[in-house]
């Protein structure tokens, strides 16, 4: 019997599992998770309209030396003010497109108020450029204006297609 080939015992292996990969994947999903959750809650800026229902008292703006309003009518026509519709800071005044009308426009006030905000204390904040397209101007008006914005270097410009009364009217008579 000595001849006889043993029986070869394979090694049991331990029964234990390692779980420290898994932690970690299910901590970093957890984490990944919670901050997607986190961004893509909607981000919302109050918007004061001045509705306060209390008086006849115009609603407080601030900085409004610092907005020029740039409405764009029909016929390539461009309506411009600074300030409040109701109490503007330059005159409604009607403008062409090109070097010697929006653009030149837009250089002069830009500068006259980085001017006044190094004044203050405050280098480097230039005019905020509302654009209001009407519904009787065209598509083309509007990338005009954006490329008149690049051109004289303007970062804060908002496109909005409201109008105020007093804006209607202004551009109903021009």
């Known amino acids: 019997m000595k001849n006889l080939p043993q029986k070869i015992r394979s090694k049991k292996l331990s029964a234990r599992v ?7 994947v299910s901590f970093l999903l957890i984490i990944f998770f919670m901050v997607t959750i986190e961004l893509a809650k909607p981000k919302v800026i109050v918007y004061d309209t001045g509705d306060r229902g209390c008086c006849e008292c115009p609603p407080p703006h601030h900085g409004e030396n610092r ?3 740039i409405m764009l009518g029909k016929n390539n026509k461009i309506i411009t003010y600074t300030g409040l519709p109701y109490v503007p800071i330059d005159a409604p005044k009607t403008t062409k497109y090109g070097k010697n009308g929006i653009r030149k426009v ?9 001017e006044y905000s190094a004044a203050l204390g405050k280098p480097g904040r230039g005019i905020t450029v509302i654009i209001k397209p009407s519904k009787n101007s065209n598509y083309g008006n509007l990338i005009d204006i954006l490329d008149e914005m690049a051109i004289a270097k303007i970062e804060a410009y908002a496109i909005i297609p ?4 007093e804006e209607t009217k202004l551009l109903a008579s021009n």
Do not use: I
């Open 162 to 165: 409201e109008f105020t009364p």
């Open 67 to 69: 907005s020029m309003t």
């Open 18 to 24: 390692d779980l420290t990969a898994m932690v970690s």
């Open 106 to 114: 837009l250089f002069e006030r830009n500068k006259k108020v980085l």
